[in-house]
C-alpha cells in the first residue's frame, strides 16, 4: 500500500498503486515524467503522472491504481452500462446484413460518413458472424444492432449490472476484461473494442487475448483517443481524453501500429475520426476547468450543428489528425 499524499489537500486517502519497471510495449525500462494529471471526473486527491518510455515513445500513468482497485475509479452511472436496447438502422443493414449486396463505389464515401459520425464502425458480415464486442457495457448500442441483422453476439465487461443488462439483451456475456476473456481460440470472425484498450493494464496482453480469439482472417476493429491529434495538442491537460486514471495509456498511430503487429496482426486500415460529441466534450471540458463552469451534458443542438463539419472532415480523414484512431488488424490466414 502506498499513499498518493498531495501536499495541501486534507482529503487525503490511500489507494493501492503499482509502479511499471518495463514498458509493457517495448520492455524497456527507462522512463520520463511528461505530465501530471488530476482525475477530472471524479476529483480525487491524488495526482497522477503520464511518463514516456525513451525507446519507444510510448505513453502511460505510472504509478498506476491496481487491477484490484481500478473500479473504485469508474462512476456507477457509467453511460455504457445503461443504454436502453437499440434498433438497427438502414445504414445498418446495408453494410452488415449477411444478405447485403456488394457496396457500390458511389455508395463509399456516403457510408464513410455514416461510420465515421457514428460511435462504433458497424462491420461487414464476416465468416459465421460470430462477433464479440469487449466492453460490451448493456450491449445495447453495438451488440443489440448486430444481433438484429443476425450476427451472433458475445459480449464482455467488467460491470456484472451491465453483464445482467447484455444478458438480458440477449447477447452471450460474461464478467471479465480484455486481458482475460475467456472464449474459445479461434471462435470469434470480428472482435471489436470502442475505447476499451486505453483502459487496460496490459494492451499487450489484451491484444494477445484478442488474437487467440479469433479465426485466421477473423478481424480486430478498435478505436482509442489518438494522443498525436489536434485536439490533445490543442487542449493540452484539459483535453477530455486525458482521462487519468481510467485512461492508462495513450496511442499514436506508431506505438499502436507496433503494439499490434507485435501480437500477430496485420494492420490493414488506420483512420482518425473526430465524432460530433468530441469538439463540445473537449470545449466542455476546457471552459468547466478555466472558467469554473460545471457544463456537464452534451447539447444535441450542438451535436447536429456540428454534424456537418464532422462529415466533411471524414472525407478527407481530418489528415490523420482527428481526435480518434480507428484501426482494422487482421489475424492473418
Ligand atoms: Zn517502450
Known amino acids: 500500500m502506498h499513499a498518493t499524499a498531495v501536499e495541501g489537500q486534507l482529503e487525503e486517502r490511500v489507494v493501492p498503486v503499482e509502479t511499471l519497471a518495463t514498458c509493457d510495449l517495448c520492455s524497456g525500462g527507462d522512463f520520463e515524467p511528461r505530465r501530471v494529471w488530476r482525475d477530472e471526473l471524479l476529483f480525487g486527491p491524488e495526482r497522477w503522472t503520464l511518463v514516456r518510455c525513451k525507446a519507444c515513445n510510448l505513453y502511460f500513468i505510472n504509478p498506476r491504481p491496481t487491477r484490484e482497485v481500478i473500479g473504485s475509479f469508474y462512476p456507477t452511472d457509467y453511460?455504457?452500462?445503461?443504454?436502453?436496447?437499440?434498433?438497427?438502422?438502414?445504414?445498418?443493414?446495408?453494410?452488415?446484413?449477411?444478405?447485403a449486396a456488394p457496396i457500390s463505389w458511389w455508395e463509399k464515401p456516403i457510408l464513410q460518413v455514416r461510420q465515421d459520425?457514428?460511435?462504433?464502425?458497424?462491420?461487414?458480415?464476416?465468416?459465421?458472424?460470430?462477433?464479440?464486442?469487449?466492453?460490451?457495457?448493456?450491449?445495447?448500442?453495438?451488440?443489440?444492432?448486430?444481433?438484429?441483422?443476425?450476427?451472433?453476439?458475445y459480449g464482455i465487461e467488467p460491470s456484472p449490472q451491465a453483464v445482467a443488462n447484455a444478458v438480458a439483451h440477449g447477447h452471450?456475456?460474461?464478467?471479465?476484461?480484455?486481458?482475460?476473456?475467456?472464449?474459445?481460440?479461434?471462435?470469434?470472425?470480428?472482435?471489436t473494442m470502442w475505447h476499451v484498450l486505453e483502459h487496460t493494464h496490459s494492451p499487450a496482453t489484451a491484444l494477445a487475448n484478442c488474437f487467440r480469439m479469433l479465426r485466421p482472417g477473423g478481424q480486430l476493429s478498435l478505436c482509442v483517443p489518438n494522443w498525436a491529434g489536434m485536439q490533445a495538442k490543442l487542449y493540452g491537460r484539459f483535453w477530455w481524453s486525458c482521462d487519468a486514471p481510467r485512461h492508462l495509456f495513450q496511442f499514436t498511430r506508431k506505438t499502436l501500429g507496433r503494439y499490434l503487429e507485435q501480437a500477430g496482426f496485420r494492420v490493414v486500415k488506420v483512420t482518425t475520426r473526430t465524432g460530433p460529441t468530441s469538439w463540445q466534450r473537449a470545449a466542455r471540458h476546457f471552459l468547466n476547468n478555466v472558467f469554473g463552469t460545471k457544463w456537464a451534458r452534451d447539447s444535441s443542438l450542438l451535436v447536429d450543428v456540428m454534424s456537418p463539419f464532422c462529415a466533411l472532415g471524414s472525407l478527407i480523414r481530418y489528415a490523420g489528425a482527428g481526435a480518434e484512431l480507428r484501426v482494422i488488424a487482421e489475424r492473418p490466414s
Open 117 to 153: 459520425l457514428s460511435w462504433y464502425r458497424i462491420p461487414r458480415w464476416h465468416g459465421d458472424g460470430h462477433v464479440l464486442d469487449i466492453g460490451c457495457g448493456s450491449g445495447g448500442r453495438y451488440l443489440d444492432v448486430l444481433k438484429a441483422l443476425g450476427w451472433t453476439t
Open 79 to 99: 453511460a455504457a452500462h445503461l443504454a436502453p436496447p437499440t434498433q438497427p438502422k438502414r445504414w445498418h443493414r446495408r453494410v452488415a446484413a449477411k444478405d
Open 172 to 191: 452471450q456475456a460474461v464478467v471479465g476484461t480484455a486481458e482475460d476473456a475467456p472464449f474459445p481460440d479461434q471462435s470469434m470472425d470480428i472482435v
